[in-house]
């Protein structure tokens, strides 16, 4: 299972970018999606993440100004980013979990997308 993540870039200090993350390949069902992000140094940590129902967690940094969906007819997670701030610079990972025909439990990631915020 491959995931292709995108909407990174350059933002100022209170702008807003929205990420998006499609998976495709041999996929049964997905669980749970998330996003993650790492800068140097740091480990990588959860942002957000949702279930196959809906439910919603996010970091304690990001709850009010971030918000996670997901679409299932495209097997597709998004971040909406909004109020964002310098210290929300990072490369943004995408996670999924799932199954594949198998059925092979999966546990996929991104390849990371960077989102910059300028002061």
């Known amino acids: 299972v491959q995931l292709q993540a995108s909407g990174g870039g350059l933002v100022q200090a209170g702008g807003s970018l929205r990420l998006s993350c499609a998976a495709s390949?041999?996929?049964?069902?997905?669980?749970?999606m998330g996003w993650y992000r790492q800068t140097p140094g740091k480990q990588r940590e959860s942002v957000a993440r949702?279930?196959?129902?809906?439910?919603?967690n996010y970091a304690d940094s990001v709850k009010g100004r971030f918000i996670i969906s997901r679409d299932d007819t495209k097997n597709t997670v998004y971040l909406q980013m909004n109020s964002l701030q310098p210290e929300d610079t990072a490369v943004y990972y995408c996670?999924?979990?799932?199954?594949?025909?198998?059925?092979?439990?999966?546990?996929?990631w991104g390849q990371g997308t960077l989102v910059t915020v300028s002061s």
């Open positions: 390949g041999n996929i049964f069902g997905i669980s749970d």
């Open positions: 996670n999924v979990q799932g199954v594949t025909s198998g059925p092979i439990p999966f546990n996929s």
């Open positions: 949702i279930s196959t129902e809906g439910d919603t």
